[in-house]
């Protein structure tokens, strides 16, 4: 039987596809209507059979995709709506035309219908749209491709290769490259798009680029600013102002900024805005008009001339009349009556000049006032009215305070190891409490002080779900815990520390319930230490916050060896150096118990309680620590080196912090207030006082200017410290301040800016003929070698310390990349032995210099005849400082390059530091002395010529010793300074 296909086809719109639809008709049924003469139960038979055989024919038997190669069959089958065994229905058929066609994955689509004995075959034909194989950007310099597939991204184009090709999404890429390329100064940048065919079904695009000439920002002038100078407009610009040095005089515009007209308008709205900061509340800038220029003139770098355009932008100003604020009343306000609070949220005054920046802050003030109430969804539009007989403009402020919400749930995310209450005991809100934004805020910078997670920031891990029908909201905290324990090897260079290695192991979050178990043993050249120490932050869930270390260590306290730690060379300091700097090391043993507890519950104010017992062995290396360390009267009725071992310090310490810091290591913003006094004197054989203050604040900084979302940080540290013996005892010389060195004032070698003073001692020196050889003991005998000894009184000059401590450091810090920061810091530092009582000597000390005789004014048989009594020679029982050398200002400026560290949690630093401010002085004898003479040092009015015998040898011999101990120092401090070391600073 022959089949005659009928077809028909309907047609889609001009762009679109074509739709075909095959039907095809039996002949059948027209040949039996032809035969009249059939008998009727033929008829009736044959009429029965297309009956059936037409219902038969209406099911979908089969469904074919045709033309399909990236796309699988089954994905398209499962657009449809049609199933095989469905009954054919052309209203579905369409319908899944426009399933398919809706995916944007086919160029070309048509359905076609093919009847057969057993139903009906579907056949899908499809003709995918070709795939982006690869996508160039030819000619492009101003930019990276990264930064071009950043910004498609950001403005949702979804160009990029193995996706699927779509003139108009091309059409999209190259608005936002010219885009781009204008930002970048290209403003007549083209770009033509060539799109090639990869055989079967890929596309290459090529995009390319012809930048042009890079268009800089030429001359700004204002016209019509009669009452602000144009370099102060100039300087309200953002955008297109050139860089220089602010709040110059000559150096304003240096170079000038690539020209954006996008940018254009922002910086005319600043422009308008500073106006209205001066009171001219209806200044209106008109549309600025640029006029494009070659360049021309000559570089003065290169001494050719310049190359490029320039687009110079005149503004044209309206100022309009200067207007001071008269009032600022209030509506619409029914929860909150205290007008005057809301009144002071403002910080202009009536009579002020107006200013559109202040009163923007008192709108936001007004609002974090009413987010601490639980208004959420509070609105505040002012309404000014302008008196222009007066030139004032008062405002209305009509208050939208919304709903007041109260908090439904508070739930946590992401906190496997912590549990909720370590989170929730530190949140300032709780649930049923009316909602406070600020109380919120103040949550998560407390969470953040734990270290326990990444820093958290309210507007990126904080959900507040509000339900307004019920006036509550939920809010959901998401953290991401950091790793509880860490151990790790450590290591590096330290000014005080020297070169170190060690281990550690700590855990900032044991068992998830906040506490700390840390324990640490390093060893170097300097410095040794072990630690082991426990913290429990809330006892029976109460904010007390409990802990104790145990501790044993040893550090040198070498200026010489410090400096050759840090720097990598030697000292070399001469004989007289040497015995001027501190040399001495101190080993101790002992434990600290601490406990403090927050003034107020959930409150950034904690008072604390520390008691320290420690014993400690001090060993005196050079002469300035011996002469110092052994006679000064820190421990009652002991002297010598007796006075330097068995040292028990027991000491209580009670402190006050107020502390915001947002991050210990990294600090963005915040301030830290701490108050110590240090009481010893409970047991032991110290007895003591010392006060601390101390002041920490940290500013994100837009450049020069203060902004919440700065990128740079302004950091500065003040402290002051005071340590005073009593009950007859002074301060131990090791517990007094030594300034210097990378904690303090950089530029200085450690523990080195400190004053000096003159301390009593006695030395020997023999008695030398003028040829060089010392006269005998026993004359008859001279080969015994034993020459005669003449004991005289000295003045040591020792590095005393200070009983003052003034520091101050300053920061400017860059970050530049990741872990790495740039500073610029100025140190300023004052040690100062104000207290002279403080400097006194030991009883016992004194009588054991006082008590000899010193000279050898008679020289008979063999032996020293005739001596001075110590107690005439002039010795003074205070240790006296140098003069030049006490209340002496140090100051080092310079830059710092740090690194921090991911293993040893320290930055590791690179500085330069120089030293304006420095000791540089050849002191004269400042002591009370009745002879005392400004061309001679205090030794030297010690040692007379009555203390020699008579005769040839006993006058060389008083020269030599006026020489060797009576001659001037000379303070020498460095210039400039370049170290390594692993340390902070504050």
């Not at 008998?39 to 059979?49: D, G, R, T, Y």
């Not at 503004?315 to 005057?340: C, D, Q």
């Not at 109430?373 to 222009?388: K, M, Q, R, S, W």
Request: aromatic letters at 12%.
């Amino acid at each position: 039987m022959n089949h005659r296909p009928h077809q028909y086809d309907v047609r889609s719109p001009k762009g679109f596809p074509t739709v075909k639809m095959r039907h095809i008709l039996s002949g059948r049924a027209l040949r039996i209507a032809n035969k009249a003469a059939c008998a009727l139960l033929l008829f009736a038979f044959i009429f029965s059979s297309v009956a059936v055989l037409a219902q038969g024919s209406q099911t979908i038997e089969q469904i074919r995709v045709i033309g399909n190669r990236r796309i699988p069959k089954e994905t398209v089958l499962a657009r449809l709506f049609t199933h095989v065994g469905d009954q054919y229905d052309p209203i579905s058929v369409e319908r899944d035309f426009n399933s398919l066609w809706n995916t944007g994955y086919f160029e070309n689509l048509r359905i076609e219908r093919e009847d057969s004995e057993k139903g009906i075959i579907l056949n899908v034909y499809v003709t995918e749209k070709p795939t982006i194989r690869e996508v160039n950007y030819k000619g492009l310099n101003s930019f990276s491709v990264s930064d071009a597939l950043d910004r498609f991204k950001k403005e949702k184009v979804a160009i990029s290769v193995e996706s699927q090709y779509d003139p108009t999404k091309v059409k999209r890429a190259e608005a936002v490259l010219r885009q781009m390329l204008a930002e970048h100064g290209h403003q007549f940048a083209t770009i033509k798009t060539d799109v090639k065919t990869i055989p079967p079904a890929s596309v290459q695009i090529n995009f390319n680029i012809k930048e042009g000439p890079t268009v800089k920002v030429g001359n700004i002038r204002f016209t019509g600013n009669e009452h602000i100078s144009s370099l102060q407009l100039r300087r309200s610009m953002k955008n297109l102002k050139p860089i220089g040095i602010p709040y110059s005089l000559f150096l304003e515009n240096l170079f000038p900024k690539t020209f954006d007209s996008s940018k254009l308008e922002e910086d005319s709205e600043r422009v308008r805005q500073a106006y209205r900061d001066k009171g001219y509340a209806n200044a209106a800038v008109e549309e600025p008009q640029t006029q494009i220029r070659d360049q021309g003139g000559l570089n003065w770098l290169t001494f050719r001339p310049n190359k490029g355009k320039r687009i110079d932008i005149l503004m044209p100003i309206e100022e309009g009349a200067r207007y001071k604020l008269g009032s600022i009343t209030f509506s619409g306000y029914k929860a909150f009556n205290n007008v005057r609070a809301m009144r002071a949220q403002f910080p202009l005054k009536d009579g002020d000049v107006f200013s559109a920046t202040a009163m923007g802050k008192g709108l936001e003030n007004l609002k974090k006032a009413y987010g601490q109430l639980g208004y959420i969804n509070f609105g505040a539009i002012p309404t000014p009215h302008y008196d222009e007989q007066k030139k004032t403009v008062s405002f209305t402020v009509d208050i939208d305070e919304g709903k007041q919400f109260y908090v439904s749930r508070i739930e946590f995310q992401g906190n496997t190891i912590t549990r909720d209450r370590v989170i929730r005991r530190e949140l300032l809100l709780e649930e049923g409490q009316v909602y406070n934004s600020q109380a919120w805020e103040y949550s998560l910078l407390r969470l953040n002080q734990l270290e326990y997670f990444e820093p958290l920031k309210v507007e990126q891990d904080s959900e507040a779900h509000q339900d307004p029908d019920a006036g509550t909201v939920d809010l959901l905290l998401k953290v991401k815990e950091k790793g509880k324990n860490s151990i790790g090897l450590n290591g590096g260079v330290s000014g005080l520390s020297g070169a170190f290695l060690g281990v550690n192991y700590q855990t900032n979050n044991f068992l998830g319930l906040g506490e700390t178990l840390s324990v640490q043993g390093n060893l170097g050249n300097v410095s040794r230490q072990f630690l082991f120490g426990f913290s429990q932050p809330y006892v029976h869930n109460r904010p007390l916050n409990l802990g104790f270390q145990i501790f044993s260590q040893k550090q040198d306290y070498n200026a010489a060896k410090n400096y050759e730690a840090t720097t990598g060379q030697a000292a070399n300091l001469s004989s007289a150096q040497q015995s001027l700097v501190q040399n001495y090391n101190q080993s101790s043993t002992g434990l600290n118990f601490s406990i403090n507890y927050p003034l107020k519950k959930h409150s950034f104010q904690r008072l604390g309680l520390t008691y320290s017992l420690t014993k400690s062995d001090i060993t005196a290396f050079s002469t300035a620590s011996q002469t110092f360390f052994q006679t000064i009267s820190f421990r009652s009725g002991i002297v010598g080196s007796n006075a330097l071992t068995n040292i028990v310090n027991s000491s209580a310490s009670f402190s006050y912090m107020y502390n915001t810091v947002n991050n210990p290591v990294r600090p963005r913003s915040g301030r830290e207030i701490t108050g110590v006094f240090q009481f010893s004197g409970i047991g032991g054989n110290l007895r003591y006082f010392s006060p601390l203050v101390a002041y920490k604040s940290f500013t994100s900084m837009h450049y020069l200017t203060p902004r919440a979302d700065g990128r740079n940080v302004f950091g500065i540290r003040a402290q002051l410290g005071y340590i005073q013996g009593f009950g007859g005892d002074v301060a131990p010389p090791n517990n007094r301040f030594y300034s210097g060195g990378e904690a303090d004032l950089r530029g200085f070698d450690i523990r080195g800016a400190t004053p000096y003073g003159y301390v009593p001692n006695r030395a020997t020196v023999q008695l030398t003929n003028p040829d060089g050889t010392c006269v005998p003991r026993d004359p008859n005998n001279p080969q015994l070698n034993q020459c005669i000894l003449v004991p005289i009184p000295v003045y040591g000059i020792a590095s005393i310390g200070g009983d003052t401590n003034f520091v101050t450091n300053m920061e400017y810090r860059i970050p530049i990349a990741g872990p790495v920061t740039f500073a610029f810091f100025d140190d300023f530092g004052i040690t100062a032995a104000l207290n002279k009582g403080q400097l006194k000597q030991s009883p016992e000390g004194f009588a054991s210099l006082t008590a000899p005789l010193y000279g050898c004014p008679v020289y008979n048989n063999g032996s020293c005849q005739g001596g001075i009594p110590g107690s005439l020679v002039g010795f003074q029982r205070n240790v006296h400082p140098v003069a030049g050398t006490n209340f002496v200002p140090r100051m080092s400026v310079g830059g710092e390059i740090s690194v921090l560290m991911p293993i040893i949690n320290a930055p590791f630093r690179l500085y330069f530091a120089y030293n304006p401010l420095r000791l540089y002085e050849r002191p004269y004898c400042n002591a009370d002395l009745s002879n005392s003479s400004k061309n001679q040092s205090c030794s030297a009015q010690l040692i007379t010529r009555d203390l020699f015998p008579p005769g040839g040898a006993g006058d060389f011999t008083w020269q030599q010793a006026q020489q060797g101990y009576g001659a001037q120092n000379l303070f020498r401090e460095p210039r400039k300074t370049f170290r390594l070391t692993v340390s902070t600073t504050f």
